[in-house]
């Protein structure tokens, strides 16, 4: 019988595990991750106020629950914690979801200047992730650039412009609550290197910063028309051409004097931060041209923003996992069709899926298409890979050398002490955002 580790499980390896049981009426899946609770992006970088893409939970969590399926959380892969040489001695097969850990840098001046953070690290602190660091954010701030205008870069610049009234109903750590809730941040300009038509946000996701109580949406209509796809957007491709539509109305619509003032900006890219009194106080972007090919030339001409919170939004980015090959210019592990090579040789019993595979891109969604084009070749191959002898149980074997996974109740021990602390808060679920507080919840569920 076919034994599959996949670690990571995000929706990459969620989906991979349903692909896999769906596939093969036999097949066992042991699905691991280095965090106690499961569900990667969607439970520690899907915005708290998106409850209605959050709610995919509900659809993992049925994986994760498929009688052939485990969830192993706690366990890390990797040095110090269980080699990947080590892992595929355990299953005949391991898949690799490990998705895009870290932030792509902008590699300018000040850029590591206090007061100046990934939109990875705001959005960790923000969703309650055990790692993350609460270092003020928005203490002191009254103006905020958010460099990027990706999906990312909406979701941290809404989470600026929302009220203590609409963040009290997410599941956002009470920290987290408490210093937006008390936030004087009331300007955001989110400001991006090219023209609207460039833009990476998608259309429903930009339209709903319009919808923001207390809230104006500005954009100078001279600013969008240095892009040449502004006074006809008709050859655009209709996701574009929707943005641009969207852009439009807002440029044709006067501020009202609102709360929050948030500023979206083109052409602009940012070249150095400058400090004031030892943090960042302003960002200097050089404004740009469209080159004629869809990128974007300097003008030698500059402005300064002043900002004394900027969130670098720039993409994410895969790390190297040890033991695995990684080609550091895509930030993923070179792969055919979900099959790992190493040196250009496929690596039996080895594969990956999710951004660990294609890089940052996508929705949750399509992680699904992605998962079962692995998975295919994985169950292409199995007849091959059952031949190898493996341990009857590997999480026995795992326990023998000293792992003591968090399993399904551990997790679900977990979920109820959130539930609690959110009725002690007089709020609904709240995330426990340390992890001691996970361990000593997990822990709950073992006499
Ligand atoms: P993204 O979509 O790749 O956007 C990155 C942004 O950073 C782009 O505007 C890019 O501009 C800009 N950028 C890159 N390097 C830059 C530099 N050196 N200087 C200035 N700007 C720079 O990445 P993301 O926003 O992190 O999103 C990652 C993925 O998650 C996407 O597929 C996204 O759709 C998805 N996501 C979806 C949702 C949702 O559905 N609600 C929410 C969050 C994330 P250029 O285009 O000029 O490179």
Known sequence: MLRVAVVGSGPGGCYTAQSLVQQDPDVLVDV??????????????????????????????????????????????????????????????????????TDR??????????????????????????????????????????????NVAVDVTRMLARGPAELTSTDMPQAALTALAASRVGDVSMVGRRGPSQARFT??????????????????????????????????????????????????????????????????????????????????????????????????????????????????RGVPLEGLPFDPASGTVPHLAGRVLREGHIAPGEYVAGWIKRGPTGVIGTNRSDAKETVTALLADASVLVREDRP??????????????VEWTGWCAIERAEAELGASLGRGVVKLPDWQSLMDAAHQSTP
């Open 392 to 405: 009857e149980d590997p999480l026995a074997a795992l326990r023998g050398e000293g792992v003591e996974p």
């Open 105 to 150: 840098h902008l590699g300018i001046p000040g850029e590591d200047l206090p007061g100046s953070w990934s939109a990875t690290e705001f959005v960790s602190w923000y969703s309650a992730h055990p790692d993350a660091v609460d270092d003020g954010f928005v203490r002191g701030a009254r103006s905020a650039v958010v460099i990027g205008v990706g």
């Open 203 to 316: 259309t429903k996701e930009l339209r709903e910063l319009g919808t923001l109580p207390d809230t104006d949406v500005t954009v100078d209509g001279e600013e969008l028309a240095l892009d040449p796809a502004y006074a006809d957007p008709s050859g655009l491709p209709a996701p574009q051409r929707r943005n641009v539509e969207v852009l439009r109305g807002w440029a044709e619509t006067p501020p009202h004097d609102a709360g929050h003032h948030i500023r979206l900006r083109f052409f602009l890219r940012p070249v150095e931060l400058l400090a004031e009194d030892g943090r960042v106080g302003a960002v200097r972007f050089e404004r740009t041209v469209p080159d004629g090919q869809g990128g974007v030339t300097g003008t030698g001409r500059y402005e300064d923003v002043a900002a004394q919170l900027v969130l670098r939004s720039v993409g994410y």
């Open 32 to 101: 691991l991750d280095r965090l106690p609770c499961p569900y990667g992006l969607v439970r520690y970088g899907v915005a708290p106020d998106h409850e209605k893409i959050k709610s995919l939970q509900n659809n993992l969590r049925a994986v994760l629950e498929h009688e052939r399926v485990r969830f192993l959380g706690g366990v890390e892969i990797g040095p110090g914690g269980v080699p990947a040489d080590r892992l595929r001695e355990l299953y005949h097969a391991v898949v690799y979801c490990v998705g895009a850990a």
